[in-house]
T-cell receptor, first 114, second 115 residues
Framework: GPKVLQIPSHQIIDMGQMVTLNCDPV?????FYWYKQILGQQMEFLVN????????KSKLFKDQFSVERPDGSYFTLKIQPTALEDSAVYFC????????????FGEGSRLIVV | GDSVTQTEGPVTLSEGTSLTVNCSYE??????LFWYVQYPGEGPQLLFK?????EKGSSRGFEATYNKEATSFHLQKASVQESDSAVYYC??????????????FGKGAKLTVSP
């Protein structure tokens, strides 16, 4: 099926540093998403993105978070500065169309903030 | 607000026994319902999109039913295999114009199948 690729798969970073998580969505998809999953817990929506803009974000999407997709390259999630509570697995997803359309997820980027 | 509630916690079954996972939702809108499965170390993957109310859907030996009146939907498999061990999530999206399919997940039911 359609593949979403995420880089890196794992990253350990010192608290206060910046991290960028990269996502290569399914090639013809138009909507992009980030989800956060703390170990063993629920998948939590962070943000979705379309046509160069954030469409909706949750309260988990703190001011230190930003997303972009410059010139159709990777869809990125940047956290600056990182905090201990940002340790989690971050999943990128994409969908072709809007409401009711299937989301395809990557395998996640495990972020450990120390 | 809109939400989806998944009632089961961890489930341990023996191979060949049956599985039922239940979900309910609260929304004043008409949602699109999904079941996703997440294997260890992987991202969630679509099991299937639940068909219209009072119709059954099936995929990979799993069946889904949807009771629109009770705002509930259910996942079943008659005979589980060890390879079915995973976390099963119910999820929904709401009809939102132009903002993409924000998928809201239930808490997930972790299934462990022993041989």
């Amino acid at each position: 099926g359609p593949k979403v690729l995420q880089i890196p798969s794992h990253q350990i970073i010192d608290m206060g540093q910046m991290v960028t998580l990269n996502c290569d969505p399914v090639s013809n998809h138009l909507y992009f998403y980030w989800y956060k999953q703390i170990l063993g817990q629920q998948m939590e929506f962070l943000v979705n993105f379309y046509n160069g803009k954030v469409m909706e974000k949750s309260k988990l999407f703190k001011d230190q978070f930003s997303v972009e997709r410059p010139d159709g390259s990777y869809f990125t999630l940047k956290i600056q500065p990182t905090a201990l509570e940002d340790s989690a697995v971050y999943f990128c997803a994409s969908s072709l169309l809007t409401s009711g359309n299937t989301l395809y997820f990557g395998e996640g980027s495990r972020l450990i903030v120390v | 607000g809109d939400s989806v509630t998944q009632t089961e916690g961890p489930v341990t079954l023996s191979e060949g026994t049956s599985l039922t996972v239940n979900c309910s939702y609260e929304t004043k809108q008409y949602p699109t319902l999904f079941w996703y499965v997440q294997y260890p170390g992987e991202g969630p993957q679509l099991l299937f999109k639940v068909p219209k109310a009072n119709e059954k859907g099936s995929s990979r030996g799993f069946e889904a039913t949807y009771n629109k009146e009770a705002t509930s939907f259910h996942l079943q498999k008659a005979s589980v295999q060890e390879s079915d061990s995973a976390v099963y999530y119910c999820a929904l999206t709401l009809p939102q114009q132009g903002t993409g399919s924000k998928l809201s997940f239930g808490k997930g039911a972790k299934l462990t199948v022993s041989p």
